[in-house]
């Protein structure tokens, strides 16, 4: 096998990494996940590419102290973060499958 052989076969599989991880984030803008705070009295549904698209309040909340209100907000915030983050991390390792790079590597493209 030539060098030339051996770039042409690279050059290859970075196309096919690329267009993986293309369609792979295209995916994550389109998939949601849904988290809620306070035993449902805050909802937040957000994209895995972390755009918030909804924040529900249940009305009985708003009588209570402004603190607790963004308190349970961001609490909802975050597990609908930490929700996307891991399903973007499955999504894109198995985007980077096809690299062969050694465990820990992948998560850096």
Known sequence: MNINM????????QKDVESNLKK????LAQMEVHAEAGGGLVKV???????????EINPDLLQDEPDIIEDLIAAAIND????AEAISE????????????PPGLAGLF
Do not use: D, P, W, Y
């Open 6 to 13: 051996l770039m042409q076969q690279a050059q290859r599989m």
């Open 24 to 27: 792979a984030k295209e995916e």
């Open 45 to 55: 549904t957000m994209t895995c590419r972390n755009v918030v698209k909804r924040i």
């Open 80 to 83: 609908a973060a930490r929700q």
């Open 90 to 101: 499955e999504k894109m390792k198995s985007a980077n499958s096809g690299m062969g790079l």
